[in-house]
């Protein structure tokens, strides 16, 4: 047979990429709710992070496919709100952004923003692979690969996609991270607000947010 | 001798004005404004005192007692500090001269209606008034408003011609116009045989207190007058006709009891809620402040109308309080919309937004006297409601008016809130930028009605007072008042200034919890910065919420909606006029016609000779 | 005894027919000629008048003839006050036409003084005469030349308005005369005290027959309904000043006739019904045909037909307080139209357009001419405290003393259109937007003299009416009193 | 507040603890309501204090502006105000606070004052939905609103006062409660009162998939917190003034005397409170929603009528 069989090529990630990605690691700073050293101080962050960690709420990003696990996990069959978690609508009034799934270049600028808009504590919730390398997407031309270099995450939910125990879970790390005072990286982003917005302009192209940093 | 020094001050202030202005444009607006302040402080210092004079042989009978002293210092007051807006609001306006001469003398004339005490001069100075005002409400020609300035004017004249009427009826019948010599005789009274005397004079009235079949020339109106006199006008001059029905129904509320009583309880009480129901209804999809605001004073002065119309203690003291406060919180309301008109150029909602950084203190008045207006407690609209609501239900027993004034006064809440939204809220326009305070010229007559409002949210009493003198001084029964503690006839009371005290304390401290807890890291945004959507709004546009603003409410009230009083009017004239046209062509315009006219009528004349002669 | 009622008719007169001769002399005196005699007339008037309030009334008999036999002049206090009017009218209005077609010399202003003269002098006639014969003459005198006047311009328009007048003119001439032939026939007599005496012994039949015909010819001058075709088109045709003067001086003959044969030669109590129900069909139709007027003059030719209405239902009621209204509007309309027609015909000038539409933000090239109509239309409607409110304040009181509510509302609702129409025009002089950029004229000193008089007239009559009611007052009773009048003419001593 | 401020001021700082706690308690117990009644285990009954603690431990915060910053202030000061002119408990030393320094009509007036404060912050975010939410919700007061008056006025035209007290007093000396001897304009107050809660079929105003949760769509940390507190007394506020319209109020004055009468009379207070709190929360699990102008219409049919016959029934129960 002469014919020629239709190969796809893989492109891979250069070295040079590699070697960037490896470089331009994500910061990792101290985080906001760290319990202090002060005696008083420990008794009142500890009831602060109890409240926290069981009064998640959640602003599910719905980006990608992932989306549909967050009604489940929601509702009756996992009730996720006995843990403390349920919805919220708006960006002010949650502590939590669930990033579920893959996530485009165009849709990571509204993502930025309103991970922006959102009140200190706040935590980032990863979901699925996609958002750890780009999962399945790992060639696309405009989705991001890996959301960290872009706003600090707190947890990864692997799987492609996972399911809602997985989800729980994952909020179960979250509300250790809380307690423990680990979590919460939205001062570490204001600091290291440079490194981030280079990352995020090299893959926004129309880019026009506001020059001032407003939370 | 006040009231010569008053009405002269008045007058010469008119002329010169006039006359200033051709001089020094500058001059003009001061000299208006000195003249104003100073029949005020005359009327103040000077005592009133009685004047009677005769002309063609008709006694005319001025005093200041209480009653025309409590409506005087409405309309000194109000007016005075309207000139004092008008000083720098009427600032590069042509014929201002032309303005203010009819200002005064339209001021002139409120203030003798107020202290007339025979018909007569009641009708001069109403007329004078009348005819100023509408001088003054085609002012603005711009606007196309020859059409509804004749619109004012008909309806002022229907009204006036129906007083007119009884005036000449009442003169034949009694032979003095002298307010008490007709009382006494009993001329306004509906049983006396004469019972067109006072239907026709409350008719006069009824259409300045914009009574719901004849209220349509007031939103038409209003919003086209230069709105410092329009505080005026819907603050001051509509308040006449409340003065003329206090002084007509009198007699009836006197005797307390019996059929006429209940008949100006069911007529003018109801015809008086209708009339704030539907002017609310139509307040509410208003798209301009100053419409909407035209329309909120029908609905007003509609309270006022049922107040009057009870005609008890606690029913009168509603409507004198609410005359005043009404002046006071819709006077500057009106002097708001000027303001916001002067700097930004519009007083469309649909255009203008976000002023609130650009003009707080226009903005803190608005707030006060809108609060006032909605009547929610700590301020002083608050007390004119509860009077009137209590009087309807303890005192007349008319229930189900009652709700429909509730309706009204919460339905208020809607255009209430539109108003200070529309303006002040929402978020910034970008050519809104250059937007400036008004100077302080406008903004001091703003915050002196505004300081109404408030003190007398914690002290009405210092209404309740002069009001009640006012009541006791033609007859009726005022009772004692207290400085802050409303009571109604079944004993049960609502102490004001512990109301106010607690609201202010409790605000206080929450402010300050609210303000200093984790202040460091609260942080200030711009209105452009909303969460919605994570999308960044370009800085040209504009998300607020604007057009169709009350949309649903709208389509609750549904099949309401589509009727309209004005259309029906306007019918009427149309088909006046149509028909006018139709009577025109007796005369053709041909002379053999005209000739078989004369034939004709010499025929008729002679054949029914014995009929006619 | 200088001077007698003889001069005021006599002057103008005999200056009529001087004029064109005088003319020859002198090359202006056609226009300075009318001013002397009217002054001249003015000052005899203003000597009568006070002769006649403080002495009573005058008779004055031509070449000896005492009544009933001659023919006889008679001043009462009522005549007296309209005398004056029409006299001071009749120079206000020369004093406002002084500059009268300047551009035009010789021949036609003559013709126009002339004419205007005639007709002030047929007008104190008809006041002043006492002979029902001799009034008809004065009537066609007036009549003629207020025809001539009317066609003045000789163009299209002109000729068919004065062939209009013409007609109806003329119609009324022959009614006039078979009302005397009748009266004459019945009672054998033209003078009007001994007609008034010997009246009550007529036949009913005759009498009202002959009252019809009076009141028809009568009627047509003081443009009653529906006699009243020829006014629109006489007024809105004629020359400014003689429009003035239809209202201020034929206008008031015109009515003086009617009141003093409804009075004097008849029972009041004959023509009263007739009179209101005719003057309110006036009114009403004149308003509403003048409310749906496109043209400056014919809308105020209309509203003039309404004030005569209104005129006639005061004489009709008929009560002293009534007369008083009457003559009070019969004042106030004279002033106050004269001064309407004169402003108008300085805006008609300007822009070389009757219609109203062409009047839109006038002010700003007129602005006192403006000022001065707003002034007028204010206060013909009635507002106060301009005079105009106290003339229909005090008809109105009339009616309302004898309790005809219907006719007061009748009355006040078509004010009501009077008054729409009068402040849609000052509407548009001062706030619409202007169309057009006409040439301007400005007003002359003298017209503009003649209408600040005027104007202040309004105002001083408005704030203080007393200046005048104590006149109006004694001529509106001595109106009633028909016996005096009867004594005073026959009973000469 | 006279010679024994001290005292006063203890009652009114208890008032509104009391009415905080139970308040915020009934939130979570709705919670746990509607958990329960969709098969789910659901959050704990104090799962509001959490939410709150957390909200108020926020430790950034943004506002729009001075009105947007006293937005929560007003509904706060609204809810304690009608609060204290409210008896909570009849009788008693803490409780009767200023309850006879204002009567029905103002309470009415001042039961809006919160909304509308409210309403201003919210339009000075210039978040569209925010106005929405206004927009939808002063139009719904329009309609509950009206049945309430007229059961109000109905009750205040049956016993001839305007004073909550008074109400009270005749209910406890007669033993007949208002329910009782005016059961209509009981079921129009009823209505209005499913109204007042917002919850389902009436919650539009807030819709959080359609709206962004409306009005509170600018306010999170310690404003949303603030909010938060305003309403859990505000819903205790309603809850009380109805049940001491209706239900007989809580207390006795003679049959409840001394601490334990205080404790007796708080457990009958949250009792009936209870019971008439899960009125609008077991319709709210149930129902979907209205739109505004069938809410409006909705109240502006029956629940009128009902008032209607309250009024005609007040006038002939003499």
């Known amino acids: ?215 | 001798m006040g009231i010569i020094y008053v009405l002269g001050i008045l007058i010469i202030g008119a002329l010169a004005a006039f006359f200033v202005d051709d001089l020094n444009r500058k001059w003009t607006g001061p000299v208006a404004m000195l003249a104003g302040f100073g029949a005020a402080a005359a009327f103040a210092f000077l005592p009133g005192g009685i004047v009677r004079w005769r002309i063609l042989g008709f006694s005319m009978h001025w005093e200041t007692d209480a009653l025309a002293g409590f409506f005087a210092w409405i309309v000194l007051g109000l007016s005075a500090l309207a000139l004092m807006y008008s000083v720098k609001y009427m600032e590069g306006k042509a014929r201002q001269g032309y303005f203010y001469a009819s200002f005064l003398t339209s001021v002139a004339g409120m203030f003798g209606v107020a202290v007339s005490k025979d018909l007569l001069s009641f009708f001069i100075f109403w007329e004078i008034m009348t005819w100023t005002s509408f001088l003054l409400a085609i002012y603005n020609a711009y606007y196309g408003v020859e059409t509804k300035g004749i619109k004012y004017i008909i309806f002022s004249a229907i009204g006036a011609y129906a007083m007119l009427t009884a005036i000449v009826l009442a003169l034949g019948q009694y032979h003095s116009l002298e307010f008490s010599d007709l009382m006494a005789a009993g001329a306004f009274r509906f049983s006396s045989g004469n019972w067109y005397i006072p239907v026709l004079l409350l008719l006069g009235f009824a259409v300045k207190a914009a009574v719901l079949p004849l209220h349509v020339w007031a939103p038409a109106v209003y919003p086209k007058t230069p709105m410092s006199f329009t505080a005026v006008f819907s603050g001051a001059m509509s308040k006449m006709g409340i003065l003329g029905m206090l002084l007509i129904l009198t007699g009836i509320f006197r005797s307390a009891t019996g059929w006429e009583l209940t008949l100006v309880r069911w007529v003018l009480g109801w015809l008086g809620g209708l009339t704030a129901a539907w002017a609310t209804l139509q307040a509410i999809r208003q798209n301009d402040a100053k419409d909407l605001l035209a329309w909120s004073s029908v609905a007003q002065l509609g309270y006022i109308v049922t107040a009057v119309s009870t005609g008890t203690r606690l029913g009168l003291m509603a409507a004198l309080y609410l005359a005043l406060l009404h002046a006071a919180f819709k006077g500057s309301l009106f002097m708001v919309a000027g303001a916001v008109e002067k700097q930004a150029g519009t007083t469309d909602f649909r255009r203008i937004s976000g002023l609130i950084k650009r003009m707080p203190w226009t903005f803190l008045t608005a707030l006060i006297a809108i609060i006032s207006l909605a009547g929610i407690p700590p301020l002083g609209g608050f007390v004119g409601k509860w009077l009137l609501y209590e009087s309807l239900i303890s005192e007349t027993h008319a229930y189900f008016l009652v709700i429909l004034i509730f309706f009204a006064s919460t339905s208020a809440f809607l255009y209430s809130y539109r108003f200070l939204f529309g303006l002040f809220l929402g978020q910034e326009e970008e050519e809104a930028k250059q937007i400036t305070e008004v100077s302080w010229w406008m903004l001091i007559p703003m915050l002196a009605l505004s300081a109404v409002s408030v003190v007398t949210g914690m002290y009405p009493g210092l209404i309740f007072r002069p009001a009640a003198r006012a009541l006791e001084s033609i007859g009726l029964p005022a009772g004692q008042w207290d400085m802050s503690i409303l009571s109604n006839v079944w004993g049960n009371q609502t102490d004001v200034f512990t109301v106010g005290s607690t609201v202010g304390i409790l605000f206080v401290l929450w402010a300050l919890f609210i303000t200093f807890k984790g202040k460091k890291n609260t942080r200030w945004l711009t209105t452009k910065e909303i969460s919605t959507s994570g999308e960044i709004p370009a800085p040209e546009d504009n998300c607020t919420f604007q057009r169709g603003f009350f949309q649903p409410f709208e389509r609750a009230v549904g099949r309401l909606y589509r009727s309209s009083m004005d259309q029906l009017w306007e019918d009427i004239g149309a088909a006046l006029e149509a028909f006018f046209g139709f009577i025109r062509k007796i005369y053709t315009g041909n002379a053999q016609t005209y000739a078989m006219y004369v034939i004709i009528f010499v025929v008729l004349l002679i054949l029914f000779r014995n009929y006619i002669f | 005894m200088v001077v007698s009622p003889v001069h005021l008719i006599a002057a103008p007169l005999a200056a009529a027919f001087l004029i064109p001769l005088l003319n020859k002399l002198y090359r202006d005196a056609a226009r300075v000629v009318p001013g002397v005699v009217f002054l001249y007339n003015l000052s005899v008037s203003w000597i009568l008048v006070n002769r006649v309030f403080r002495s009573g009334p005058i008779v004055e008999v031509i070449a000896g003839w005492k009544p009933p036999f001659g023919i006889n002049l008679v001043m009462t206090p009522f005549s007296a006050v309209l005398v004056m009017l029409v006299s001071f009218m009749a120079f206000v209005i020369w004093l406002y036409g002084f500059r009268f077609k300047r551009s035009l010399k010789g021949g036609v202003v003559m013709y126009y003084e002339i004419l205007q003269m005639m007709m002030a002098a047929g007008s104190l006639g008809i006041i002043l005469t006492g002979d029902l014969f001799n009034m008809f003459v004065f009537v066609e005198i007036t009549g003629i030349t207020a025809i001539a006047l009317t066609a003045f311009y000789r163009d299209r328009d002109g000729a068919e308005a004065g062939f209009k007048y013409m007609l109806l003119g003329s119609m009324a001439s022959v009614f006039l005369l078979l009302g005397i032939l009748l009266i004459y026939t019945q009672t054998g007599s033209l003078n009007m005290a001994q007609i008034a005496e010997r009246m009550p012994a007529v036949a009913t039949g005759v009498k009202v027959t002959a009252l019809i015909f009076l009141l028809i010819s009568l009627g047509t001058e003081a443009e009653m309904f529906p006699l009243n075709g020829w006014a629109p088109d006489a007024y809105s045709q004629a020359p400014s000043p003689t429009s003035a003067a239809f209202a201020a001086v034929l206008g008031v003959a015109a009515i003086y006739a009617l009141a003093r044969v409804g009075f004097t030669l008849y029972d009041h109590g004959t023509v009263s019904g007739f009179l209101i129900a005719m003057g309110f069909l006036t009114m009403l139709f004149a308003e509403m045909a003048a409310i749906t007027q496109t043209n400056l003059k014919r809308m105020l030719a209309y509203s003039s037909m309404g004030q005569m209405g209104l005129a006639m239902i005061a004489f009709g009621i008929g009560s002293e307080a009534a007369l008083f209204g009457a003559l009070f509007l019969i004042i106030n309309h004279a002033i106050i139209k004269s001064l309407l027609f004169m402003t108008g015909s300085y805006f008609i000038y300007n822009l070389n357009d009757k219609r109203l539409r062409a009047l839109n933000g006038i002010h700003k090239r007129l602005p006192y001419v403006s000022f001065l109509f707003a002034l007028g239309a204010l206060a013909i409607v009635g507002f106060p405290p301009f005079s105009g409110f106290w003339s229909k304040f005090y008809i109105l009181t009339a009616a309302g003393a004898k309790q005809m509510m219907p006719l007061i509302i009748g009355i006040l609702a078509v004010t009501v259109i009077e008054m729409t129409y009068y402040l849609r025009v000052i509407g548009r002089i001062y706030f619409a937007k202007e169309e057009s950029e006409p040439a301007s004229h400005k007003p002359s000193i003298q017209a503009l003299v003649a209408m600040t008089s005027l104007a202040v007239l309004i105002i001083v009559l408005g704030l203080y009416p007393d200046l005048i009611a104590g006149f109006l007052h004694r001529a509106s009773m001595f109106l009633l009193d028909k016996q005096t009048y009867i004594q005073t003419v026959l009973h000469l001593s | 507040m006279t010679g024994n401020w001290l005292i006063e001021l203890t009652g009114i700082v208890l008032t509104a603890l009391l009415a905080f706690t139970v308040g915020m308690f009934y939130g979570g117990l709705r919670r746990k309501v509607i958990a329960r009644a969709q098969n789910r285990v659901g959050p704990p009954v104090y799962q509001n204090f959490l939410d709150l603690l957390k909200l108020q431990g926020k430790t950034t915060n943004v506002t729009h502006g001075l009105m947007t910053h006293l937005a929560p202030v007003w509904v706060l000061v609204a809810a304690i105000t009608a609060l204290l002119f409210i008896p909570v408990l009849h009788g008693g030393l803490w409780f009767p606070n200023f309850t006879f320094k204002g009567d029905l009509i103002f309470l009415l007036y001042l039961m809006v004052m919160g909304s509308l404060g409210m309403a201003l912050g919210v339009g000075e975010t210039g978040n569209p939905n925010g106005a929405i939410g206004v927009s939808r919700g002063l139009s719904l007061i329009t309609g509950y609103e009206i049945p309430f008056v007229l059961s109000l006025v109905a009750i205040m035209i049956q016993f001839h006062t305007t004073s909550l007290t008074d109400l009270m007093h005749y209910q406890q000396a007669t033993g007949h409660w208002i329910a009782r001897e005016n059961p209509f304009a009981f079921l129009a107050a009823l209505f209005s009162v499913l109204g007042m809660f917002h919850y389902s079929p009436f919650d539009i105003i807030g819709a959080p998939a359609e709206l962004a949760s409306g009005p509170m769509s600018e306010f999170g940390g310690k404003y949303l917190g603030s909010l938060m507190t305003g309403g859990s007394i505000f819903a205790f506020v309603k809850l009380v003034l109805i049940t001491d319209l209706f239900l007989g109020g809580a207390g006795h004055p003679d049959a409840y005397t001394g601490a334990a009468g205080v404790l007796l009379g708080l457990v009958e207070l949250v009792i009936k409170t209870f019971l008439l709190y899960m009125i609008p929360v077991s319709i709210g699990i149930v129902m979907p929603r209205f739109r505004t102008e069938q809410a409006v219409r909705f109240f502006w049919r029956w629940p009128l009528l009902f008032g209607a016959l309250g009024i005609i029934w007040a006038v002939f129960w003499k």
């Not at chain 1, 002060?38 to 992932?66: D, P, W």
Request: contains cysteine; glycine residues 6%.
């Open chain 1, 1 to 215: 047979m002469s014919e020629t069989k239709d190969i796809r090529i893989i492109t891979r990630p250069t070295k040079e990429q590699i070697r960037q990605a490896q470089i331009d690691f994500a910061p990792r700073c101290t985080a906001a709710g760290r319990v202090n050293d002060k005696e008083t101080q420990k008794m009142v962050q500890y009831i602060l992070n109890f409240a926290r960690k069981h009064s998640l709420f959640l602003l599910a990003y719905g980006t990608g496919c992932g989306a549909i696990e967050i009604p489940a996990t929601l509702t009756s069959r996992y009730d996720a709100e006995r843990l403390g978690i349920r919805g919220a609508a708006t960006p002010r009034q949650a502590d939590v952004l669930m990033i579920t799934g893959y996530l485009s270049t165009k849709t990571l600028k509204r993502v930025i923003r309103v991970y922006e808009q959102m009140q200190d504590p706040k935590y980032v919730v990863a979901f699925g692979s996609c958002t750890i390398n780009g999962g399945m997407y790992f060639d696309s031309y405009n989705t991001i690969k890996a959301l960290d270099r872009y706003i600090p995450v707190d947890v990864y939910i692997a799987g492609c996609m996972p399911r809602p125990e997985a989800v729980l879970k994952g909020f179960a790390k979250l509300q250790e991270l809380i307690q423990n005072g680990n979590a919460g990286n939205g001062e570490c982003y204001r600091k290291n607000l440079d490194w981030y917005r280079a990352n995020q302009q090299k893959v926004i192209k129309n880019w026009d947010f506001p020059d001032e940093y407003n939370w």
